[in-house]
């Protein structure tokens, strides 16, 4: 029996910045199998349809990371994301290049920013030039230090997470989730002798700009769950160095606010994080908030059932991961 087809339309987004013309997005009609992936109805359009359609592709089996773009507004692989469910639910596909990347041509995005912030994290094993290794001796690892790792292991650094990453659009200095998730297999690596460094400089190189939206998590196609080591490195990197950083000073203050009264103090959390002469710098703001919002002057009361909070606490506050 034939296997039943769907129409797909699909709205791919066309621009050319080298030849002129504003961007837009042109409609393609084809009839395939529910099961087809994006990548493939992208292809088949290329051959039959519009030869000049550029996109950038390589395994087709969700390996090489090459062909993540926007498919229905979420940073997806093509090869892995089927037509069918995406039909059923919004109508039609609409593809678009990956978001926080300058557009090269149709769905081909410039990935420097991304390759750089990798680069940034040193992302090899560092060791002591003046403490080589003895020649012959092993570099082996337990089983138990390499389930540290996580998942990071899984990365295909095919930048989903970065396209999704609200704090990447935000600012620049951020050096987005999958950067982040590989520093944190390096750091908690026994092999490498720069984990402290690391955790040092990566406090003034972004780390704090993290949002805590979890957005790269839900996009990775490969469970890496960045925003969870990055939570990791964020608790590594207070160990390490306590609320020297303006964004440790910000976790703590948070966490004990919450802790002491189950609600936070805003004033207070303010200067925990800025200190007197800072939070003078920032008079002016908070005197606009306080004309909307007066309640924030005033001490907050403790909540009832305070125990409880603390209760959790307790629960949560283990030896922070991947400390050694
Ligand atoms: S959790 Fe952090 S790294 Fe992940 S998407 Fe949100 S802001 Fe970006
Ligand atoms: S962490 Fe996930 S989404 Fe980000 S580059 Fe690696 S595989 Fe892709
Ligand atoms: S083509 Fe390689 S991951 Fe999609």
């Not at 791919?12 to 080298?18: E, I, K, L």
């Not at 912030?117 to 992302?123: E, I, L, S, T, V």
């Not at 976790?251 to 103090?265: D, P, T, V, Y």
Request: aromatic share 6%.
């Amino acid at each position: 029996m034939p296997e039943k087809l769907v129409t797909a339309h699909v709205d791919v987004f066309r621009h050319d910045p080298a030849g002129g013309g504003a961007p837009r997005y042109q409609r393609f009609t084809l009839e395939l199998p529910p099961h087809t992936p994006v990548l493939t109805a992208l292809l088949r359009i290329r051959a039959e349809q519009d030869p000049s359609l550029t996109l950038r592709y390589s395994c087709r089996s969700a390996i090489c990371g090459s062909c993540a773009m926007q498919i229905n507004s979420k940073s997806r692989l093509a090869c892995q994301t089927p037509i069918g469910p995406e039909i059923a639910e919004h109508g039609r596909i609409v593809i678009e290049p990956m978001r926080n990347q300058a557009g090269v041509r149709d769905l081909v995005v410039d990935q420097t920013p991304f390759w750089e912030a990798y680069d940034r994290m040193r992302p090899h094993l560092i060791t002591d030039p003046l403490r080589p290794m003895p020649e012959g001796r092993e570099t082996s690892m337990t089983p138990a230090q390499v389930e540290q790792f996580r998942e990071t292991p899984r990365c295909i650094s095919c930048a989903a997470c970065y396209s999704a990453c609200p704090a990447v659009e935000a600012d620049a200095a951020f050096p987005g989730p999958m950067a982040l998730a590989k520093l944190y297999r390096f750091v908690v690596d026994p092999r490498d002798q720069a984990r402290q460094d690391r955790l040092l400089r990566i406090q003034t190189e972004g780390l704090w700009l993290c949002l805590r939206c979890h957005l790269c998590t839900e996009a990775c196609p490969k469970d890496v769950r960045p925003s969870e080591r990055i939570r990791d490195l964020k608790e590594m990197a207070i160990a390490a160095q306590g609320g020297t950083e303006r964004g440790s000073r910000h976790a703590i203050g948070f966490k004990q606010n919450i802790r002491e009264r189950g609600q936070l103090n805003e004033m207070k959390l303010v200067l925990q994080t800025d200190g007197i002469l800072g939070s003078i710098g920032q008079a002016g703001q908070g005197f606009k908030i306080w004309r909307k919002k007066p309640e924030i002057s005033k001490r907050p009361r403790r909540i009832e059932g305070i125990e409880e909070v603390e209760e959790i606490y307790k629960e949560l506050d283990p030896k922070p991961k991947g400390d050694r």
